[in-house]
């Protein structure tokens, strides 16, 4: 079946864009005067090709045509509003907590049944370029894309400014044979496309990870220690980390579930390459749960660095306020007002109090260092 074969090639093109690069894309802002202002677009597809139609359609008028010609109906929104959607909700028939899930975001990534749809959450993932970590540095940018997959429809409902779904509409476009599976096929394809901006996103901050470490334990460190890597530059970095698994981690078991219980509402061709995302999402958590793990160490390795160097500093205050006692305790000793001290009234008293207290304090100098505290 060349269609199958060639699955992977439409949703996964082979020139991938780098996330260290700007690759949002805005959306068509084209609109009927009589569609919801959050609705980006609105088609029927039929035997795999989009229906051309003379006006953009509303997402009535394209529901209309779905159930007089068949075919499914591709609706994209942005953000909308409880009011905006709501028509749209009724419509459709789409199930009222699934539809409070999609006005108000903030969702963890999941999958879950209805009667006739399923509603999936995916995170979108957006590497933020930057030119030098910082402790206020922000490394990933989070979005959301809720996704209804009927029977004969497939509406998306976007939030954040990033992941514009624009491009991968119009790669589907160019494969009939692929877009002729239905809604389950735009399923699969973006949930392809989420994962594999997880992958960009991760080779990005594996190389921000690589940096801080090249940095803790460079070595061109000063007295072995490492002075140049602020704690809560690592922290930051850690914390955008912890985002990123939040999105990657949840989404594990709904793409497992898609890959390995039949559904209705998912074309059996279709199905089995979940698995390949599913995969692929694994390798992902791997790797972030091993950012995780290791930027603990390297947090760990810079505190420790800096409290070696506390107490390298300490060793040598300690060690030159030893020093300093000697003819701080001779200078103690003559500055006392007795009128009967020998060594006032000899004529070598003071040159031989003076080479007294020069060997002693040579003397400790030479000891200390020896001990490694100078």
């Not at 009011?83 to 459709?92: D, H, L, P, S, V």
Request: glycine share 6%; aromatic share 8%; net charge negative.
């Amino acid at each position: 079946m060349s269609m199958i074969r060639d699955l992977r090639a439409v949703v996964r093109p082979s020139s991938r864009v780098s996330l260290r690069k700007d690759a949002s894309t805005s959306y068509d802002t084209t609109r009927d005067p009589g569609t919801p202002s959050a609705v980006v677009d609105c088609a029927v597809y039929r035997d795999g090709a989009r229906v051309p139609t003379p006006t953009p359609l509303t997402p009535h008028e394209a529901m209309r045509l779905v159930r007089r010609d068949g075919g499914f109906v591709w609706i994209g929104l942005h953000e909308p509003t409880e009011a905006e959607f709501a028509g749209i909700a009724g419509e459709f028939g789409l199930h009222p907590l699934a539809v409070e899930d999609a006005v108000q975001a903030h969702q963890r990534p999941k999958l879950e049944r209805y009667d006739d749809s399923l509603f999936t959450v995916f995170k979108t993932i957006h590497y933020v370029e930057h030119d030098r970590l910082t402790a206020n540095s922000e490394v990933v940018e989070t979005g959301e894309v809720m996704c209804f997959t009927g029977r004969d429809f497939f509406i998306t409902v976007r939030h954040g400014g990033q992941g514009s779904l624009r491009a991968l509409r119009h790669r589907l476009q160019d494969d009939p044979e692929l877009l002729a599976k239905g809604p389950s096929a735009v399923l699969h394809a973006i949930a392809d496309h989420v994962v594999d901006g997880y992958i960009a996103v991760a080779d990005a901050v594996q190389d921000d990870i690589d940096e801080v470490e090249t940095e803790v334990f460079s070595p061109g460190r000063k007295g072995g220690v490492s002075r140049g890597v602020d704690s809560a530059r690592i922290y930051q970095l850690k914390r955008e980390v912890l985002e990123f698994k939040r999105a990657v981690a949840p989404l594990l078991r709904p793409m497992q579930l898609l890959s390995e219980r039949p559904m209705r509402l998912i074309d059996p061709d279709i199905q089995k390459y979940f698995r390949d995302v599913a995969d692929h999402l694994a390798r992902v958590q791997e790797q972030v749960m091993g950012f995780d793990e290791l930027l603990n160490s390297i947090l760990q390795a810079n505190l420790a660095q800096a409290s070696v160097a506390q107490n390298e500093d300490m060793r040598k205050i300690t060690a030159w306020a030893a020093i300093i006692a000697v003819p701080t305790m001779v200078c103690g000793v003559y500055g006392m007002n007795f009128d009967h001290m020998p060594e006032l009234h000899w004529k070598y008293g003071y040159p031989a109090i003076m080479g007294v207290t020069v060997v002693l304090c040579l003397g400790i100098h030479r000891t200390l260092k020896r001990n490694g505290w100078l």
